[in-house]
């Protein structure tokens, strides 16, 4: 199999090669070479050129046994199928696809060579009709119907630009006639290129059998050329997912705003509100609540749990578990089993024991957290002196009181307490109370004294005469 895709996608104006911007956190040609992966198409070839070293990394990624094929000068999809198949098997069939359709499917071009083998074909050409053909080459039919010729946009006349019927882009080909029909094409078109489309006037002039196989679902060709398309294919890749998600039993409220990696699991009984995005390769268990307006990224959700309109990244979050609204989990964070992480929290590389809360306004960074503890309002755990970071240990059954302010290194004991609005710096032992903050003094009659005539000094004097 031949996947052509040195282009240099001008159209994008991008700095990254056209075949590496993502739909649905994959490459473009990450999507096509996962349905072509399915198929048993023989050893891979990969025509590469505009942007090689980055596409060659995400090749070696991807599919590090496919041979890297470089056209160090663009000359057309003939000229790139020339060099792909320079020291390939000589005989027997090859797919050829593009590099910039990632909507393919596999059983598409499964259909598509089942359609070669019982028409006995030399080349078959995968075509479909679009309710606008603008920039494709036209399939040009005989008078019974069988395949011409393909004729692209811009050398087409005006009859030509009618016909609505286009070239996929992808073909099967056996090898032995391709090879002599490529030796044949030449470049008098108006890109002076080698177009690869060209092979099939040439087989049909020496009188071999040529056939087509027209997809059903014309946004499985659709090309990516520019940022609208972009944009276009990837709403029809969501919804592609979200239609698969709904029919395998997760509620999505508003389909056309949620968006989901291909790479994402997520269970039955799943129920999504609008404004979600889960990528990378995060995973949600049965009867989770997302949403609305949450972003997870590589986050293990468990079941029951609840994330509203909250941001998570590689994070793991227990089954029944209660996350935000507003919380904010980075990299490392560990919650279990129902735990509450409320609104305003902000944890890092933490975890948090079974049943433990941190409900509002607070920074957990560098902690460990036993079971049953609350973290009261405010809470910082200071984690950071501004050279290293340093660890927080925090036991079972402690409370930490509001705004206190825990100096890492530093160590809450089992059942401990600390008093609201301390700072603590030293270890509390288990079941202590831990108490760090200046004594009160009430300095009588200052208002009165010092803020004479005010509104304050006024409230206090009439407290005062109602005495
Ligand atoms: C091509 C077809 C057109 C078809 C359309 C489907 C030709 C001449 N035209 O047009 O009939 O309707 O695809 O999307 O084949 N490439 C190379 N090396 C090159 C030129 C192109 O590797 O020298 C690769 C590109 O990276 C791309 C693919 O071949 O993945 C198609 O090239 P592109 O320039 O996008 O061709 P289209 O104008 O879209
Ligand atoms: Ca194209």
Not at 222 to 247: E, F, H, T, Y
Not at 258 to 278: F, L, R, T
Request: glycine share 10%; aromatic share 2%; charged share 25%.
């Amino acid at each position: 199999m031949i996947v052509l895709a040195a282009g240099d996608g001008k159209r994008m104006k991008s700095s990254t090669p056209k075949v590496l911007h993502q739909i649905a956190g994959r490459s473009i040609l990450a999507h096509v070479l996962s349905a072509t992966s399915k198929l048993e198409a023989g050893e891979l070839r990969v025509v590469i050129g505009a942007g090689k070293e980055l596409v060659s990394e995400e090749l070696k990624e991807i599919t590090p046994k496919a041979k890297q094929i470089i056209q160090e000068v663009r000359g057309g999809t003939g000229h790139a199928t020339r060099l792909a198949l320079e020291g390939a098997a000589s005989k027997g069939r090859v797919l050829i696809c593009a590099g910039d359709t990632p909507l393919l499917t596999s059983a598409t071009l499964s259909s598509l060579i089942e359609v070669h083998e019982s028409a006995g074909a030399i080349a078959t050409v995968l075509t479909t009709e679009l309710p606008d053909p603008f920039g494709y080459g036209r399939i040009l039919r005989d008078s019974t119907g069988e395949l011409d010729s393909i004729v692209e946009e811009r050398d087409a006349s005006e009859a030509v630009k009618e016909i609505p019927e286009i070239n996929s882009g992808v073909y099967l080909f056996e090898i032995e006639a391709l090879n002599k029909a490529l030796g044949k094409i030449g470049k008098s078109n108006s890109q002076g290129e080698e177009y690869l489309t060209d092979v099939i006037a040439i087989l049909k002039a020496e009188g071999v059998k040529v056939a087509t196989h027209q997809a059903e679902d014309f946004t499985e060709i659709l090309g990516i050329n520019d940022r609208a398309q972009l944009s276009d294919v990837s709403a029809m890749m969501r919804d592609r997912i979200n239609d698969a998600l709904m029919r395998s039993g997760v509620t999505i409220e508003d389909p056309a705003s949620v968006w989901i990696d291909v790479s994402v699991e997520i269970d039955a009984d799943v129920h999504i509100e609008p404004g979600v995005a889960i990528k990378g390769g995060s995973k949600i268990q049965t009867g989770a609540k997302l949403g609305p307006r949450t972003t997870l990224i590589d986050c293990e959700v468990g079941a029951g749990a609840s994330v509203i309109e909250s941001h998570c990244e590689s994070s793991k979050i227990g089954a029944r578990a209660k996350v935000g609204p507003y919380a904010h989990l980075r990299g490392g964070t560990v919650l279990a089993d129902e735990v509450k992480v409320g609104s305003f929290v902000e944890m890092k590389n933490s975890t948090l024991g079974e049943g433990s809360k941190v409900p509002h306004l607070s920074y957990v960074g560098d902690a460990k957290i036993g079971r049953e503890s609350n973290i009261g309002a405010a809470t910082i755990f200071v984690n950071y002196d501004g050279v290293s970071k340093h660890e927080t240990k925090v036991g079972d059954h402690v409370r930490i009181g509001s705004d206190s302010m825990l100096i890492a290194p530093v160590e809450i004991g089992d059942g401990a307490y600390t008093a609201a609005g301390s700072i603590i710096n030293e270890d509390v032992p288990p079941g202590a109370l831990g108490i760090a903050r200046a004594r009160q003094v009430n300095i009588l009659g200052w208002v009165l004294k010092k803020r004479k005539g005010t509104k304050s000094a006024e409230a206090a004097e009439k407290k005062e005469g109602s005495k």
